[in-house]
């Protein structure tokens, strides 16, 4: 099936020390989002790509950063993680920009940050 | 900013009786997009329902129904006959109309935990 994916599920990482989480699809969709959700919040975008076209949240921190090598894959870099960077991230894809268009989520990979 | 607002963080309802989750939204635009997500425990987020804020008639998908109130800015999602496996974690999001230059994101609410008991 075809279906978006996020590895690894769980990650525990180290104050300060630099992680990256993985997203691929099998849809072969353009766009490619990222959602930082904490606990009892709201999922929040902290960017998205649109092919190679990256487009940055303004609220999000600079020490978030993302690559899109291909279509299939995106990646997410925290380069210092801090404590209150614990959280639920989930990748997302879409076919396209438009409002219509469904965004299919993955099942997330929840960061503990020690 | 649109801002989402689920009020109910926790519900339950019996196994084949019927719930209602609510969601208001603060929006200045006119055209938007309005969802509803549901996230099983330990899977991943999927569409339940979608509404498009031009449309009068209130969407439906089998067993799932919305109540959109425009003036109200209310948009509140009805499960009938509910099931074991509705149990999730239920979101209400927001998504602007690209024609009027709004951002492709979307906005989500808190969530509604809901409980079906058996």
């Known amino acids: 099936d075809a279906m978006v994916i996020q590895n690894p599920r769980y990650q525990v990482t180290q104050f300060g020390k630099p992680v990256t989480l993985s997203c691929s699809q099998t849809?072969?969709?353009?766009?490619m989002y990222w959602y930082q959700q904490k606990s009892s919040q709201a999922p929040k975008l902290l960017f998205h790509?649109?092919?190679?076209?990256?487009?940055n949240e303004a609220d999000t921190p600079d020490n978030f950063q993302s690559r899109r090598p291909n279509t299939s894959f995106c990646f997410l870099d925290i380069r210092s993680p801090g404590l209150g960077d614990a959280a639920m991230y989930l990748c997302?894809?879409?076919?396209?920009?438009?409002?219509?268009?469904?965004?299919?989520f993955g099942p997330g990979t929840r960061l503990t940050v020690l | 900013a649109q801002t989402v607002t689920q009020s109910q963080p926790e519900m339950s309802v019996q196994e084949a009786e019927t719930v209602t989750l609510s969601c208001t939204y603060d929006?200045?635009?006119?055209?938007?997009?309005l969802f509803w997500y549901k996230q099983p425990p330990s899977r991943q987020m999927i569409l339940v329902i979608r509404?498009?804020?031009?449309?009068?008639q209130n969407a439906t998908e089998n067993r799932f129904s919305v109540n959109f109130q425009k003036a109200a800015k209310s948009f509140s999602l009805k499960i009938s006959d509910s099931q074991l496996g509705d149990a999730a974690m239920y979101f209400c999001?927001?998504?602007?109309?690209?024609?009027?230059?709004?951002?492709?994101?979307?906005?989500f609410g808190k969530g509604t935990k809901l409980t079906v008991n058996p």
């Open positions: 790509y649109y092919d190679k076209d990256f487009n």
């Open positions: 509404q498009e804020a031009y449309k009068q």
């Open positions: 849809l072969n969709h353009n766009v």
């Open positions: 997302a894809t879409s076919p396209g920009r438009y409002s219509t268009d469904t965004q299919y």
């Open positions: 929006t200045s635009e006119s055209d938007y997009y």
């Open positions: 999001a927001y998504r602007s109309s690209l024609t009027q230059g709004g951002s492709e994101k979307l906005v």
